[in-house]
């Protein structure tokens, strides 16, 4: 299945690009929807269920559209994974997309872990630092830890950089044991 969704991704990203179309507003669009259409048994019903029309099915999804704002190219995207029967699988696509779309701007997500809470300047210039070591935009998710002493430790995927003080000392530990 996950095959599936990567392809619905990759196409919703091509017609977010090839329409010029805002990716953020796009993703909220379509999360919109997933919430919509996860929150009422009607609506999954009549989208779902394949004795109902298409042109009922598409009706439906243009009310909906209207309410919560898609763009037509969202709009158009929903209905042809309803009319693929793949409404399923919107949350997985939908999570398949953002991935998609991060990788495509160059953003990655970071871990970082303080031993004490950080300004908004403090933030900004090491995310900017770890920026650099991904090689585009960071998407920061902070956490404390005293035991860290001072010092950072950033996880970015499986890579994890330790400029903790702790960290530090458990490398002299280490290399005065090897000595």
């Known amino acids: 299945m996950a095959v599936i969704t990567l392809r ?32 009422s048994a009607d609506l999954r019903e009549v989208l779902m269920d394949p004795s109902v029309p298409k042109e009922q099915k598409l009706k439906v999804l243009d009310a909906i559209g209207v309410k919560i704002g898609m763009y037509p190219q969202v709009r158009n995207f929903v209905a042809v994974i309803t009319e693929h029967d793949r409404l399923h699988e919107l949350d997985e696509i939908i999570n398949e997309y953002a991935q998609v779309a991060d990788v495509d701007a160059g953003i990655s997500d970071a871990e970082i872990t303080t031993a004490l809470a950080l300004n908004d300047d403090d933030r900004a210039q090491l995310e900017e630092q770890v920026g650099k070591l991904a090689g585009g935009k960071v998407r920061a998710v902070y956490t404390q830890d005293a035991g860290l002493l001072g010092g950072v430790i950033v996880k970015m995927g499986s890579t994890v950089y330790d400029g903790s003080v702790r960290g530090q000392l458990e490398q002299m530990k280490q290399r005065l044991i090897n000595a």
């Open 8 to 39: 619905y991704a990759h196409a919703f990203e091509q017609v977010v690009v090839s329409g010029k179309l805002d990716g953020a507003a796009a993703l909220q669009q379509l999360r919109d929807f997933a919430g919509t259409f996860a929150g």
